[in-house]
Structure formats: C-alpha cells, structure tokens
C-alpha cells in the first residue's frame, strides 16, 4: 500500500484523473487546468442546473461496510439524481476530497473508480475538483451541472388538485439494507462471527450501490408527460410529498395499500419487528423520483413500468393524510432523515 504522501497533491490528482473520457460536446476543456472550461452556446435552448452533495463520514456513510468503490459510485448517483429531479440530465461533475492518513493510494483509487463507473454509465464528464488533507476523516463533495430545456425546469411547487402521486421503484429497501448491515456490525463486533447476507442482496445493494433513474426520465419524456412537481426521495417519501405540498400549497391522500414494496423488505422489516409501512414512508436513501401528473395522463402512467400511482393532491385544508388497509386515516408524519437533528 503507497501512502499518498508519497504522491504528494498534484500526483495524486494526475493518477485519478489520468485519461479521463469526454462525453459531452460542450465540454471544452476538463481535468488540467485552472478551471474547466464548458461552452454551452451550442447549447442555446437549454438552461442549467447546479447541485452539490457532501457526504461525511460517520454522518452518512460507515466504512466498516461500504465498500470504496461503492461509495464513490453512490456519491455520485446522489447527484445525477438531484438533477433529474429537476427533470434535466446530468452532464459535468466536480469531485473534492479530503482525506485522512489512514487512506493509501490504492484506496482512492477504488473511490475513484466507482465514480468513473457511475459518470461512464450516465454519460457525464468528471471535469475539475480539489484534494486536502483531513484530521477527522473522508469528506466527498460532488457538484453536478446539467442541462434542462429552457422553462422546462419541474420544481416542487407545481402539484395542483386532483393531480396523481406517483413513485418510481419501490421503497424501504434502502433503509431496510442500513439496518441488516448495522446489526450485523454489531454481531461481528460482540461476537466476531462473520455476517450472512445470503438471500438480502437486494437490500445490499439498494443501500451501497443506488442507481438514479434516468430511465424514467427518458421515458416521461417519451410519453409526452411532463410532471407538475418532482423529488427524487433521499429523506424519506413522506418527507418529500410534505415538500411538495408546502411549496404547491395543497394537501395529500395516499393509500398504504399502493405503496410498492419489495418482498425482501417486508421480510427484513418482520424479522427486526418493525413496521414495514413506516419503513417506506420514512427510510429514505431510495433515490426514487416522486411526481405529480394532471390526471388526465392517467393512461400514460398506466403504460410505465415501474412507477406506482400511490395517491392524488387535495385542498390544503384536507391536509395531508395516509389512508390504510383499513380505511383508517392518519396524518402523514414526516420521520426521515434531518440533517442537523440531535442524535439520542
């Protein structure tokens, strides 16, 4: 194993962004410079999109069972999915890092090539970044910039009444995977028996290894759908639809009984005794998109796989309610994850 020091800052950067592809025509210049530099005057109908992600460790991610490569590559699909989000898709990133003396050059060079995977799979050019050293640990700050049509932007304030609630891919798998992989760090802990994951890949893999879903981007785009309002679910579902309804200024009904749910994560739920619903409306990290459609795109909806009509927009004075199994209705509580709540 090299320590980095031996590479010093500037060789570090040369080794991790050594080749790097170009996918984008507007990408004029990337890794190697001052600044990149991106010229989107050929370009002209689009408008673009900015977002940043910094992931901390011992805040959101544990390297006692995230693999490197898994990380960067999940650091960068958080990203990608902030912007289609916006309904945009991404085209550039910048990565920063800083790294504690634990880390060796081989170990950055599985973070990073987990982030190469993740831009190849995405078509997105990695183009500028910074590294420094750190006392407490390994920071990741990804910004992304994407494109979207001019005016074509689907910000949270859109929903209006009657519109349908619908969610891509299924929910609580995530969540359910963070809870396998912290009690079995706690048995290897207590007792240094090896974990078994045999038969819960899937929850594995929805926690370490996200995919943002640029496939139903495209297809709402081929469907000629364009949603009202949109998130892509990092806190939990029902903290996102609390965000849509503030900003639109309208209430909810969604029905428990249309939540789509994996079977490995319902089986996970029973075996730790925890309530599979709230598992969904609250577990967060899906990186799933929620959107709003007029109804009258009811059969268009029909005809997308993978997205699950949970629900409808109501009056803001209906407030915004959970309809279960049994016909009962309950405020939708908001549980997910707050970045700066205190921890008990």
């Given at each position: 194993?090299?320590?980095?020091?031996?590479?010093?800052?500037?060789?570090?950067?040369?080794?991790?962004?050594?080749?790097?592809?170009?996918y984008n025509k507007e990408t004029r210049v990337g890794?190697?410079?001052?600044?990149?530099?991106?010229?989107?005057?050929?370009?002209?109908?689009d408008e673009q999109l900015v977002t940043t992600d910094?992931?901390?460790?011992?805040?959101?991610?544990?390297?006692?069972?995230?693999?490197?490569?898994?990380?960067?590559?999940?650091?960068?699909?958080?990203?990608?999915?902030?912007?289609?989000?916006?309904?945009?898709?991404?085209?550039?990133?910048?990565?920063?890092?800083?790294?504690?003396?634990?880390?060796?050059?081989?170990?950055?060079?599985?973070?990073?090539?987990?982030?190469?995977?993740?831009?190849?799979?995405?078509?997105?050019?990695?183009v500028g970044g910074d590294t420094t050293s750190s006392?407490?640990?390994?920071?990741?700050?990804?910004?992304?910039?994407?494109?979207?049509?001019?005016?074509?932007?689907?910000?949270?304030?859109?929903?209006?009444?009657?519109?349908?609630?619908?969610?891509?891919?299924?929910?609580?798998?995530?969540?359910?995977?963070?809870?396998?992989?912290?009690?079995?760090?706690?048995?290897?802990?207590?007792?240094?028996?090896?974990?078994?994951?045999?038969?819960?890949?899937?929850?594995?893999?929805?926690?370490?290894?996200?995919?943002?879903?640029?496939?139903?981007?495209?297809?709402?785009?081929?469907?000629?759908?364009?949603?009202?309002?949109?998130?892509?679910?990092?806190?939990?579902?029902?903290?996102?639809?609390?965000?849509?309804?503030?900003?639109?200024?309208?209430?909810?009904?969604?029905?428990?009984?249309?939540?789509?749910?994996?079977?490995?994560?319902?089986?996970?739920?029973?075996?730790?005794?925890?309530?599979?619903?709230?598992?969904?409306?609250?577990?967060?990290?899906?990186?799933?998109?929620?959107?709003?459609?007029?109804?009258?795109?009811?059969?268009?909806?029909?005809?997308?796989?993978?997205?699950?009509?949970?629900?409808?927009?109501?009056?803001?004075?209906?407030?915004?309610?959970?309809?279960?199994?049994?016909?009962?209705?309950?405020?939708?509580?908001?549980?997910?994850?707050?970045?700066?709540?205190?921890?008990?």
């Amino acid at each position: 194993m090299a320590e980095i020091s031996t590479l010093g800052e500037f060789g570090l950067i040369d080794r991790m962004t050594k080749e790097l592809p170009i996918y984008n025509k507007e990408t004029r210049v990337g890794v190697g410079d001052d600044c990149a530099i991106l010229d989107y005057s050929t370009l002209t109908d689009d408008e673009q999109l900015v977002t940043t992600d910094l992931l901390m460790e011992g805040v959101h991610f544990d390297l006692t069972y995230m693999p490197l490569m898994h990380l960067g590559y999940k650091a960068a699909q958080v990203n990608f999915s902030d912007i289609y989000a916006m309904g945009g898709m991404p085209r550039q990133i910048t990565v920063s890092l800083a790294i504690s003396k634990r880390f060796s050059v081989e170990d950055i060079d599985q973070l990073y090539t987990g982030i190469r995977l993740a831009c190849e799979k995405h078509q997105v050019d990695i183009v500028g970044g910074d590294t420094t050293s750190s006392v407490t640990g390994l920071a990741i700050s990804i910004t992304c910039i994407g494109t979207i049509g001019r005016g074509q932007a689907i910000r949270r304030n859109g929903a209006k009444e009657t519109d349908l609630i619908c969610v891509s891919g299924d929910l609580g798998a995530a969540y359910m995977g963070l809870q396998l992989l912290e009690r079995e760090k706690y048995v290897f802990n207590e007792t240094n028996e090896q974990p078994d994951f045999a038969g819960r890949e899937y929850l594995l893999e929805r926690q370490l290894r996200p995919e943002a879903r640029r496939d139903i981007i495209l297809r709402l785009r081929e469907l000629g759908i364009r949603p009202t309002a949109m998130m892509d679910i990092s806190d939990g579902l029902s903290s996102e639809l609390k965000h849509i309804c503030r900003q639109s200024g309208v209430g909810c009904r969604i029905y428990e009984e249309r939540l789509p749910l994996d079977y490995q994560t319902a089986v996970m739920a029973e075996e730790l005794n925890m309530n599979v619903t709230t598992c969904a409306l609250n577990g967060g990290e899906d990186y799933e998109l929620l959107f709003t459609v007029p109804i009258a795109d009811h059969e268009k909806v029909e005809q997308m796989d993978g997205v699950r009509l949970i629900g409808h927009i109501t009056k803001p004075e209906l407030g915004l309610a959970l309809i279960t199994r049994d016909g009962t209705e309950f405020e939708l509580q908001a549980q997910g994850w707050q970045a700066f709540e205190e921890k008990k």
